[in-house]
């Protein structure tokens, strides 16, 4: 007797765990006057069965708002996709979320939406890369160890900067990297950009440096998703798709050509954040590296980006793809500008370039510190995380490793 009832709550905790959510993640997913940070938020996720809801509100005990829900059953998956957009939300507001079906409630998640565009008020943003699950990070282990951390700052969104798995077309690694991030990414928006282990690498594929067809079933971000930028306070993001940028170059089918679609779309997203008075920080972040020791540049990739990079004057560009941390000095054009404090650009003139792929990948070799542009790189291959905060003139941001030691810090002041 006390054998079969052992057995029944056995199955029953099985049965139960089996319709649980999975991969729960926010996201932003729109940019426009009607639908952006301050007002609206996408949640996604996937299950066993398509019964499920979800329900949010301003007070955790009392979740009444039905959300609307787009179903759908994804052969790649073999489960069912859910993509919830929830609109008209208050700005600088925390709200509460729970999924559910009738037999199997979720815990409860949060998130907050951004204070309306132009306001100037502290923002946390993580930062993390290369997570892919290769040698050394099989299951996502040290990626895991990063977002314990990470967990511990008060943030309101990440970014990550791409190979966000070690091979996009192996379905049980997305699912892996979702239930892995889970605590972070449903309660903090996670916005990402795809490196080259997200996409098709098959330069005969029509669908060359495009995401593999999974992709669209997990992923709910804005515009197509590749190359999208959002607002939040006073700072314009811009997501980049570098592709599969060395293997186009070697075919002719580089990204971001002069005069291309995305080239254009570029330049139109810039010049019109630039004109935009609420907005005073722009912040590129892209897989490939404009700048880094040890990568070969790819004929047209970093050339070109870094056209509209110096054009219209962006302060901040992230990246990642070598798996290590890298702090160059600021650049524009052909110029390199010295600091006088070489953990403070003080009003600088050009680009801050930082490589930020150090969050599970293995690590690459070091030796960084011999290229004429780089500040300061870590002595030792170690994982890192970093937690930027951009607060009104100051962006100030610090890089940690999976103990939580600070491996780096430094501030960029924009008082004129
Ligand atoms: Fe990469």
């Not at 998956?77 to 507001?93: C, H, M, N, R, V």
């Not at 990550?160 to 928006?189: C, L, R, T, Y």
């Not at 971000?221 to 590749?226: D, G, K, M, T, Y």
């Not at 990246?319 to 000095?329: A, D, I, N, T, W």
Request: proline letters at 3%; one cysteine or more.
């Amino acid at each position: 007797m006390k054998f079969l009832l052992s057995f029944i709550i056995l199955l029953s905790t099985f049965w139960l765990s089996e319709l649980q959510a999975q991969g729960v993640h926010l996201s932003w997913y729109s940019n426009d006057e009607k639908n952006n940070t301050s007002n609206s938020i996408a949640v996604t996720w996937m299950g066993n069965t398509s019964n499920e809801s979800i329900y949010y509100g301003t007070d955790s005990s009392k979740l009444k708002n039905k959300a609307p829900l787009e179903i759908k059953y994804s052969n790649e998956l073999g489960l069912y996709t859910f993509k919830s957009k929830i609109q008209k939300l208050k700005p600088d507001t925390y709200y509460f979320y729970r999924i559910g079906t009738s037999l199997a409630q979720n815990p409860v998640y949060h998130f907050k939406t951004a204070p309306k565009v132009g306001t100037a008020k502290k923002v946390v943003v993580g930062i993390w890369g290369d997570t892919q699950d290769n040698k050394g990070n099989f299951n996502f282990v040290q990626t895991d160890s990063i977002l314990g951390q990470m967990a511990k700052y008060p943030l309101h969104f990440t970014l990550h900067m791409g190979d966000i798995v070690e091979n996009g077309s192996v379905i049980k690694s997305w699912k892996k990297f979702f239930d892995v991030s889970q605590p972070i990414n449903a309660n903090f928006p996670f916005m990402p950009v795809t490196g080259n282990h997200d996409v098709i690498n098959d330069s005969n594929n029509a669908d060359f440096q495009k995401p593999f067809p999974v992709f669209y079933d997990l992923f709910n971000l804005p515009e197509n998703q590749l190359n999208y930028s959002f607002d939040y306070g006073n700072t314009h993001f811009v997501a980049v798709n570098s592709g599969v940028a060395q293997k186009a170059s070697l075919e002719g089918k580089v990204l971001f050509g002069v005069n291309s679609k995305e080239y254009n779309w570029l330049e139109a997203d810039l010049a019109k954040a630039r004109k935009n008075k609420n907005i005073k920080w722009v912040v590129v972040f892209c897989h490939y590296p404009v700048y880094a020791y040890g990568v070969s540049l790819v004929t047209g990739w970093q050339e070109n980006l870094k056209l509209l990079l110096d054009k219209y004057k962006v302060d901040l560009c992230l990246s990642g793809h070598r798996h290590v941390y890298e702090r160059h000095k600021a650049i524009r054009g052909a110029d390199i500008f010295e600091s006088m404090d070489i953990n403070v650009y003080d009003n600088p003139k050009g680009t801050v370039y930082i490589t930020n792929g150090s969050a599970g990948g293995s690590l690459q070799g070091i030796g960084g510190s011999k290229s004429s542009t780089i500040l300061f790189t870590p002595s030792e291959r170690i994982y890192t995380y970093a937690v930027m905060e951009l607060d009104g003139n100051e962006i100030k941001y610090e890089v940690f490793d999976k103990d939580n030691r600070k491996i780096d810090y430094f501030k960029i002041v924009k008082s004129k």
